[in-house]
C-alpha cells in the first residue's frame, strides 16, 4: 500500500510554500521553476521534476492560501514517509485541507477481468452504481498496455480504478473532498496504514469472491463516516487553545481580569472567517 497522489492547501502566503518546498521537497524533485499558465483556481504555478506548487487564488476565491501538488510520479519519489511528515508539520502550524488521496495497492490476487465480472453479475456491495462501470482496453504492444476497470462517478468523493502494471494488478481508492481529509486525518493517527487503508476500500466496495478475501483477509470495514470530520476539527482546535494560548491567557487573565477574557470573545465575535460561522450554524446546540 502506498499514497499515490496527493493535494493538500495550505493557508499560507506564497513566500513561506516557496521555503517549505525547498525544505521538505527540493532535494528529490529539484528547484521549482515558474509555469507560464496557471491551474485552475489558481494564477500562478511552479513546476518541480515532478509535483507543483500552485500559488495565487482566482477568479472569487477568499483568502490567502496555496496548493501542493503530488502526482503520482512524486509520491513514489517522495514516498509515504515525507508525505506524512510534510502533512504532520502544516496541520501543527496552519489551516489545512486535503483535497485528494489516492491510495495504491499492488499485486493484488485478481485480474482486472475478474473484477469486472464480479460487477457485471453483481456479486459485489458498493455505494457506486454499477452503471458506473468502464472497461478501458490498451494495445497490449503499449508500454502501459492492458485493461483498466474504473467504477464510480469521478465526480463523487471516491471512485475506484483496477488495472494492470507492468505485469501485477494494481487497485487503487481514489478520494476527494471531505472524504480525502478523513483517510488522511486516519493515516497519521494508526500504525498499521496498510489495514487502515483496506478498511476504508471495504467502506466503499466489498466483492463477495475468494479473491478478494484473499486480499482484504480479516480486516474490517472503517465504518468511517465524513461527519466525524467536523469532531476532529473542533479536538484539533481545542488541542491547538489548550498548548499555544491558554498559559498566556491565563496570564492576562490573573492581571487584567475576567474583563479581558470578554473583550477577547467580542473581538473573535468579529473576525471570524465564513467557514467559522458555518460551523457554528452546522454544529453549535
Known amino acids: 500500500m502506498k499514497i499515490h497522489w496527493l493535494s493538500i492547501t495550505v493557508w499560507i502566503n506564497e513566500e513561506l510554500a516557496l521555503q517549505y518546498w525547498a525544505d521538505f521537497f527540493e532535494e528529490k524533485l529539484g528547484t521549482l521553476g515558474k509555469s507560464k ?22 477568479g472569487n476565491n477568499p483568502g490567502q492560501y496555496v496548493q501542493f501538488d503530488f502526482s503520482g510520479t512524486a509520491c513514489e519519489v517522495l514516498g509515504d514517509d515525507l508525505l506524512l511528515e510534510f502533512y504532520k508539520a502544516m496541520i501543527d502550524a ?23 465480472n464480479a460487477v457485471i453479475k453483481g456479486s459485489i456491495r458498493t455505494l457506486a452504481k454499477r452503471k458506473t462501470l468502464t472497461v478501458y482496453q490498451q494495445p497490449l504492444n503499449d508500454e502501459d498496455g492492458g485493461t ?6 469521478r465526480q463523487s468523493e471516491r471512485f475506484i480504478r483496477v488495472y494492470d502494471r507492468r505485469g501485477f494488478t494494481r487497485v487503487e481508492l481514489e478520494c476527494k473532498g471531505n472524504r480525502a481529509n478523513l483517510v488522511m486525518q486516519d493515516f497519521v493517527q494508526v500504525k498499521d496504514k496498510t489495514e487502515m487503508a483496506i478498511a476504508h476500500l471495504r467502506d466503499y466496495i466489498d466483492v463477495y469472491e475468494t479473491w478478494w478475501m484473499d486480499f482484504v483477509g480479516n480486516v474490517k470495514r472503517a465504518m468511517a463516516k465524513v461527519a466525524d470530520l467536523k469532531q476532529v476539527k473542533l479536538e484539533k482546535t481545542q488541542a491547538w487553545l489548550q498548548s499555544q ?15 479581558v477574557l470578554h473583550e477577547l470573545l467580542m473581538e473573535g465575535m468579529g473576525r471570524m472567517s465564513n467557514h467559522q460561522k458555518l460551523l457554528i450554524r452546522k454544529l453549535a446546540t
Request: positive net charge; glycine residues 10%; charged residues 20%.
Open 37 to 58: 499558465h496557471g491551474t485552475r483556481g489558481f494564477k500562478r504555478s511552479y513546476l518541480g521534476l515532478a509535483g507543483r506548487l500552485n500559488t495565487t487564488p482566482g
Open 245 to 259: 494560548v491558554a498559559p498566556s491567557l491565563y496570564m492576562l487573565y490573573k492581571i487584567l481580569g475576567e474583563e
Open 94 to 116: 496552519h489551516r489545512v485541507n486535503v483535497t485528494r488521496i489516492d491510495i495504491a495497492f499492488d499485486d493484488a490476487p485478481f485480474t482486472p477481468e475478474q473484477f469486472k
Open 148 to 153: 483498466t476497470v474504473y467504477l464510480g462517478s
